[in-house]
Nanobody, 116 residues
Framework: QVQLVESGGDLVQPGGSLRLSCAAS????????MNWHRQAPGKERELVAS????????SYKDSVKGRFTISRDNAKNTVYLQMNSLKPSDTAVYYC?????????WGQGTQVTVSS
């Protein structure tokens, strides 16, 4: 069956870094665009970063540009989100999403907490 398993979430101090990973299985990973979304308490889920199926094009939410980097390894069926210069406002559950219209697959999420 389809699985997206996120890992790497943690408690980190402001200014710190984390690398999230999302391991995919059960579908042809290289055919899907991959996205990272996040949802903070009391807020709607928002798109943070996207990468095309071959990895040639990336896009980011304005507030994370220059701090976050999305990448993928199609040989390992894994997508990553490198997060640097973290801020308390980055605190949220981060979700991995595989998309090939009209199909959407979601992971269970990983908690990122930025606090001193």
């Amino acid at each position: 069956q389809v699985q997206l398993v996120e890992s790497g979430g943690d408690l980190v101090q402001p200014g710190g870094s984390l690398r999230l990973s999302c391991a995919a299985s059960g579908f042809t990973f290289s055919n899907y665009a991959m996205n990272w979304h996040r949802q903070a308490p009391g807020k709607e889920r928002e798109l943070v970063a996207s990468i095309t199926s071959a990895g040639g094009i990336t896009s980011y939410k304005d507030s994370v540009k220059g701090r976050f980097t999305i990448s993928r390894d199609n040989a390992k069926n894994t997508v990553y989100l490198q997060m640097n210069s973290l801020k308390p406002s980055d605190t949220a559950v981060y979700y991995c999403n595989a998309r090939r219209v009209p199909v959407n697959y979601w992971g269970q999420g990983t908690q990122v907490t930025v606090s001193s």
